[in-house]
Each structure stands twice: as C-alpha cells, then as structure tokens.
C-alpha cells in the first residue's frame, strides 16, 4: 500500500511536471514572439531614422544651393559696384569674375537637380535597399559639404568685396570738393 501510495504521488508529481513543462513552453513561444515583434519595431524604426536622415540632409541640399544662389546674385552685385567705383564698369576683369561665380552656381547644378529629384521621390525610399539607402545618403552628405564649401566661399568673397564698397563709399562721401 505504501508503494502504491509513493507511485500515485510519483504519477501525481509527473502529471503536474508535464502541466508545468507545457506551461513553460508556452511561455517561452509567447516570450520568443514577443521579442520577434521588438525586433521587427526596432527595424522600423531604425528604418523610420534613416529616412528622417536621409530627407533632412537632402533638405539642407537643397536649401544650401538656395542660399549659394542668393550669395552669387549679391556678390555680382557688389563686383558691378566695385567696378562703377573703380571706373572698369564692363571691362575684363568684371566679366572674369561674374564668370568665375557663373562657373560655381553650374557646378551646383546638377547636385541641386539630384537633391530635388530624391525629394520628390522619398516616398519610394521604402522599397529601397539598406545598401542602397546607405550609398545615396553617403552621397547627399558629401554634396551637402561640397555646397556648403562653395557658399563659404562666396560668402567670404561677398564680405571681402562689400567692405572694399563700403571704403570707396566712405572715401567718396568723405572727399573734399
């Protein structure tokens, strides 16, 4: 009786084992489809980043090549001034360096084009590859800090050649008759 007795218990103690077991695998299937599904989210939005990225820098493109644009318009300005100033208005030397910023608003040209084309088609980022996505962004980076190099340039250009302006101007106003 005492070994039926220690059997029924054994059994007792497997069944409950078994029970136990099962809920155990369930938990930890539930456990692995939970982390499944943070990972699939963490991919997303590591996806969602990317794009962020991607658009934020191909906007500051585009607004780069604006501001590139606006500077040449003023330092052409400023060189005719200059040059009405200096009594060369028209000559070589004023035709060289409206060229010369003429040259580096074409080299923007085909970036700004680029830039605007990827804005317009974000939207298709989504069937874009990781790989690809990563070789256009690399590329939009470094045209981004090729624009911002040009603007540097004619930005120090433009504060070169509009104090020169303002000096003629001084000693103009300043000139006794």
């Given amino acids: 009786m005492v070994s039926n007795f220690a059997e029924i218990i054994a059994a007792i103690g497997g ?7 099962l809920y155990a695998a369930r938990a930890a299937s539930r456990s692995a489809s939970l982390a499944q ?8 939005a590591e996806r969602r980043g990317f794009v962020r990225d991607f658009i934020g820098n191909t906007q500051k493109v585009l607004v780069e090549c604006g501001r590139v644009e606006a500077i ?6 400023q060189y005719r001034t200059l040059f009405t100033f200096a009594g ?10 409206i060229e010369q910023i003429d ?3 074409k080299s923007i040209v085909p970036i700004q084009e680029e830039a605007q084309k990827l804005m317009d088609a974000h939207r298709s980022l989504a069937q874009t590859s990781d790989e690809d996505m990563n070789l256009a962004l690399a590329k939009i980076v470094a045209n981004s800090v ?3 190099g040009i603007r540097e ?5 433009l504060t070169e050649i509009s104090a020169q302006n303002h000096q003629y101007r001084e000693n103009r106003i300043n000139a006794k008759p």
């Fill in 15 to 21: 069944v409950l084992g078994a029970i136990g077991g």
């Fill in 37 to 44: 599904d943070a990972a699939k989210q963490a991919e997303r």
């Fill in 72 to 77: 040449a318009t003023d330092l052409k300005s």
């Fill in 88 to 97: 060369q208005y028209g000559g070589s030397r004023q035709q060289l360096y």
């Fill in 103 to 105: 040259n580096k608003l």
């Fill in 146 to 148: 090729l624009v911002e």
């Fill in 153 to 157: 340039e004619l930005q120090r250009e």
